[in-house]
């Protein structure tokens, strides 16, 4: 059995965005810091952190937002994600995944590196 995430699985890379996630999962709900939901609701709010930081002080509206997040390339959220680049993501997936698999009862990394768990192919990588 294997899965494979457009994001960082938990159970893989220690990278900062991560680490963040975790660390708020220990102290907001210990009993559950792998919840897939919560990493997918982490993973949304770090591509809105993304569309913010790029947005810098400018007045934030929907359409400064939008705009804003259209510029991101290659944009991870300090490792949480594949990276991804707007506005290409609007019509095409990213080709970066993080492969991971169960053996001897624990998830294993099998995709990427020690320090980025994904699997990239030419194109928005």
């Not at 991971?100 to 990239?120: D, L």
Request: aromatic share 14%.
């Amino acid at each position: 059995n294997f899965a494979f995430f457009f994001f960082t699985a938990p159970f893989t890379v220690p990278t900062a965005g991560m680490k963040d996630y975790l660390a708020a999962m220990k102290k907001y709900d210990p009993t559950d810091e792998y919840n897939f939901n919560a990493l997918v609701g982490w993973t949304s709010g770090e591509l809105l952190a993304g569309g913010i930081a790029e947005l810098g002080n400018k007045p934030v509206t929907r359409q400064s937002l939008t705009n804003a997040t259209n510029k991101l390339t290659n944009y991870t959220g300090d490792g949480v994600m594949a990276p991804v680049t707007f506005p290409i993501m609007h019509t095409q997936t990213t080709r970066c995944l993080a492969f991971v698999q169960v053996q001897h009862g624990k998830w294993v990394q099998i995709s990427g590196t020690k320090t980025s768990p994904f699997y990239c192919t030419n194109g928005l990588s």
